[in-house]
């Protein structure tokens, strides 16, 4: 297995096409991660996962994420993180990656917590399956293997809108 690293953070020249909807990756009582949607590019796909957990397992994931600090914060903003505990690994055709975060936030509260990260894989699935494996046994989120069928793969190069023409 290997692991891919974010692309520069340069601004990127395609939107992207929403390739899927969102899907319910792993859930637990009181602990769920979900996609929000697949962005495919010509160069690769762009995975945005939200957690969020209650009660115990909010507490595990804010001591997973945060460490020893506090992470309420008195204007409450939510703290700037990359990525959190999440386990991560994308499988297209032979191919397996443990994805690591390229962004994220995270934010907890007496009984709640929420991360949001984007995970990058580069190139696109020739035949349209990406199996999503996500774990966070440490916060009670069992390791959970989801396939998706990804539509609309075709054209990427003349379909994904250019930001600046």
């Not at 995270?106 to 399956?129: C, K, M, N, Q, R």
């Not at 199996?131 to 054209?155: K, S």
């Amino acid at each position: 297995m290997t692991t891919d690293d974010w692309p520069s953070l340069e601004l990127p020249e395609r939107l992207g096409v929403v390739a899927h909807g969102p899907a319910l990756l792993a859930q637990a009582p009181d602990i769920a991660a979900g996609l929000r949607c697949v962005w495919a590019r010509p160069e690769g796909l762009l995975l945005p996962v939200v957690v969020q957990a209650r009660g115990v397992h909010a507490d595990a994931a804010s001591r997973q994420t945060f460490g020893g600090s506090d992470p309420v914060h008195p204007d409450g903003d939510a703290a700037d993180v990359f990525g959190s505990a999440v386990r991560v690994v994308a499988r297209a055709g032979d191919r397996e990656v443990e994805l690591d975060s390229a962004h994220g936030t995270a934010s907890a509260g007496d009984d709640d917590f929420t991360a949001e990260a984007a995970y990058w894989l580069p190139g696109v699935p020739d035949d349209g399956l990406l199996h999503l494996t996500v774990a966070w046994p440490e916060a009670g989120l069992p390791e959970t293997t989801t396939t998706l069928r990804l539509e609309g793969l075709h054209d990427l190069e003349t379909r994904a809108l250019r930001l600046l023409g």
